[in-house]
């Protein structure tokens, strides 16, 4: 009797711990791993990562691609409200360094009747280079007349300049100027004001494109020679800033015809960089842009370049297209 009691007890432990086993291995808990060799699983097993975006910053984000030429690019867009670094900073929670917010000043020049002039409302769209400080893309809607303009940084074949959207150099050129050929522009500071720079070569001529009388000259370690003549025809005063050498044979007061030498080109000591300063001013003494005074040209890219430029269009057409989707993510 007490044999088969215990056998009944050795039946009931092994069934019990039958139960157990079964139990443990159906479980739907799940179990902690001990292996503090195992990685670290970033996202859910049943889900893609692509579900997840991430951002340099989760709380910062702002959308990074590559350009076609493969460097790191970065995706901006935002509505002017202040100046362009504080409607950036407030979108962003970041700086934008002061070479970006001049050259969107430097294309928006182009764009805007040749003045850099922005108002509440206006929206800014670009891609740039934070490592170059250099705009790849923009787009810039006037808030005003209600316009939206694209630029592209593009070489044609003669060498990497702004080109908007229908195949346009954005610079367009003087045709009837002091200077030679059609030289580049860019920007620098003189008393508070942006005023243009041609880019010519070191020692070329600059001459009179009209009768002029010579008002003021003078050679100084700051700018280089200096000008100011008053266009006799026009009552529009000229300032000529960074020639290398003034004409020695120029007397104060006198008048000289259109074409006469003045002096040759040189350097701009505030940017270490070669070229000229020249601005006008009217009576009122506000500036007037040499592009709205003198005749000007515009220049069309090649037949041959357009379809490299409509891909080059495309590529950033996409990509604003991704970086918009990114974005409502998080704003």
Avoid: W
Avoid at 52 to 59: A, G, K, Q, R, W
Avoid at 147 to 154: A, D, G, H, I, N
């Amino acid at each position: 009797m007490k044999k088969r009691i215990r056998n009944i007890f050795v039946l009931l432990f092994i069934i019990s711990i039958s139960i157990n086993i079964f139990l443990y291995l159906n479980s739907d808990e799940p179990q902690v791993e001990e292996d503090e060799d195992k990685p670290f699983m970033l996202y859910p097993t049943d889900y893609s990562s692509l579900d997840f975006p991430l951002t340099y910053d989760v709380d910062l984000p702002q959308f990074r691609t590559f350009s076609p030429k493969g460097d790191n690019i970065l995706y901006a867009d935002f509505v002017i409200r202040g100046t362009i670094a504080d409607s950036f900073a407030k979108r962003y929670n970041r700086k934008l360094s002061q070479q970006i917010v001049k050259n969107i000043q430097e294309i928006v020049y182009f764009l805007n009747g040749f003045k850099i002039r922005f108002r509440e409302g206006d929206a800014l769209t670009f891609f740039y280079n934070e490592k170059t400080g250099e705009i790849l893309y923009l787009k810039y809607k006037n808030s005003s007349v209600r316009t939206v303009s694209e630029v592209y940084l593009y070489d044609a074949g003669n060498g990497t300049v702004y080109y908007t959207a229908d195949g346009y150099a954005l610079q367009p050129c003087i045709t009837n100027g002091p200077f030679k050929g059609c030289p580049k522009v860019r920007f620098v500071y003189e008393n508070n004001n942006l005023v243009p720079v041609f880019e010519v070569a070191a020692n070329d001529e600059v001459r009179l494109p009209f009768l002029a009388k010579l008002m003021e000259f003078d050679q100084s370690r700051g700018f280089g020679g200096t000008m100011e003549l008053i266009y006799s025809n026009y009552a529009t005063r000229a300032f000529f800033r960074g020639l290398a050498t003034i004409n020695p044979s120029l007397r104060k007061n006198a008048l000289y015809k259109e074409k006469a030498v003045i002096g040759k080109s040189g350097y701009i000591f505030s940017d270490k960089k070669g070229g000229v300063i020249y601005y006008l001013r009217k009576s009122d003494n506000s500036i007037v842009s040499p592009f709205v005074f003198h005749h000007t040209e515009g220049h069309q890219m090649s037949e041959k370049s357009q379809l490299n430029f409509q891909i080059l269009r495309n590529f950033y057409s996409k990509a604003s297209e991704y970086a918009r989707n990114f974005e409502k993510s998080y704003f």
